[in-house]
């Protein structure tokens, strides 16, 4: 039986100061001032003065080993005891070998799977409690907003798409409307105009209804526009003039 220790570094390895200095201040914000969380990485000692961690590399495995401590690509912060582990090193050995398989360095990710996600994954496996929830916290979150926005992106395309399907179907059902009234009326030996008038009385009939929906399939109907209706005002003006000058005319002749 032995001491299975963490150790926590401050993220400090962006290869800028003003940066690294940044992290300091969010880190001691977030996790002295508030005890949140903030931007962490952490090993596992178990047996001997070696911490193992994983990282990213294009080929092989992640997982790797350095002086317990004294990782130099980041800021030494604090160890904890998470508990002990009844395994002998025999059996430890085992399970790194195991888990260096299964943790290829190219399957790194930031927020999914990261150096805080191996060692939860070893302690787990050494039968002692995980990494304190602030260690992680801000991966975690992260990692949860991003599978929030896949699926309102998801929901949005479904959605689109039931929009477009209902869009065809009101079309075809317009569409056989218009057809059906096509039908109805040259059955009847008629051309399907109805007189615009005040005192039509099928304006709210079915066939005036029907005409309609030709029109707004057949021709795009519209509004009026402004000039439209001063067009329409002066050819009725025009028409009146014209019909009383054949009146008058007529009028002449008779007397």
Not at 157 to 162: G, N, S, V
């Given at each position: 039986m032995?001491?299975?220790?963490?150790?926590?570094?401050?993220?400090?390895?962006?290869?800028?100061?003003?940066?690294?200095?940044?992290i300091l201040n969010?880190?001691?914000?977030?996790?002295?001032?508030?005890?949140?969380?903030?931007?962490?990485?952490?090993?596992v000692q178990v047996y001997g003065d070696e911490e193992w961690s994983f990282g990213f590399c294009e080929q092989g495995s992640?997982?790797?080993s350095c002086p317990s401590g004294r990782n130099p690509m980041y800021t030494y912060r604090e160890s904890i005891v998470l508990g002990k582990t009844n395994f002998s090193i025999f059996k430890v050995n085992q399970i790194l070998r195991e888990l260096s398989r299964e943790w290829p360095g190219n399957s790194y990710?930031?927020?999914g799977r990261n150096c805080n996600h191996f060692c939860d994954e070893f302690c787990d496996r050494l039968g002692v409690p995980k990494l304190p929830g602030w260690v992680n916290r801000f991966a975690n979150a992260g990692d949860a907003a991003m599978e929030v926005a896949g699926t309102t992106a998801l929901r949005l395309?479904?959605?689109?798409?039931?929009i477009v399907s209902a869009s065809k179907v009101?079309?075809?059902?317009?569409?056989?409307v218009a057809s059906n009234v096509n039908g109805t009326n040259g059955a009847n030996g008629t051309n399907g105009a109805v007189p615009d008038s005040p005192c039509n009385s099928n304006r709210g009939t079915p066939r005036f209804q029907g005409t309609w929906f030709k029109n707004l399939i057949t021709t795009g109907a519209k509004p009026s526009s402004s000039s439209d209706i001063e067009n329409h005002e002066e050819d009725a003006s025009s028409a009146t003039g014209s019909r009383s000058r054949r009146s008058s005319t007529a009028t002449e002749s008779t007397t």
């Open positions: 032995t001491d299975v220790r963490l150790h926590i570094y401050d993220v400090t390895n962006s290869g800028s100061e003003k940066t690294n200095n940044t969010i880190n001691k914000i977030f996790k002295d001032g508030i005890g949140v969380g903030g931007i962490f990485h952490s090993a992640g997982v790797f990710d930031l927020l395309r479904q959605a689109k798409t039931e009101a079309y075809r059902f317009l569409a056989g």
